[in-house]
């Protein structure tokens, strides 16, 4: 697994929801929205997301699917 710096799991932030790292945006939503058309360029004007964080969050994302499937 590589090492997502842009990711946290804070129980005082949306649950423990992973999110961006600092922020109240899931990683989740990003991840999605980044896989869309025009996803990442949404995540960068809209909510001043930068390539690496919206990078972690597919990464995390991309990974989270994996040992789904793997179950």
């Not at 804070?10 to 922020?23: C, F, V």
């Not at 999605?32 to 990464?59: H, K, M, Q, T, W």
Request: hydrophobic residues 40%; without cysteine; negative net charge.
């Amino acid at each position: 697994m590589p090492v997502l710096q842009h990711i946290e799991v804070n129980p005082e932030r949306l649950s423990g929801q992973p999110t961006i790292k600092g922020r109240r945006v899931p990683a989740e939503d990003v991840a999605r929205l980044a896989l869309e058309p025009d996803g990442e360029e949404i995540l960068r004007s809209g909510y001043e997301l930068s390539s690496a964080e919206i990078r972690d969050a597919v990464d995390w994302w991309t990974k989270v699917q994996e040992l789904q499937a793997a179950a």
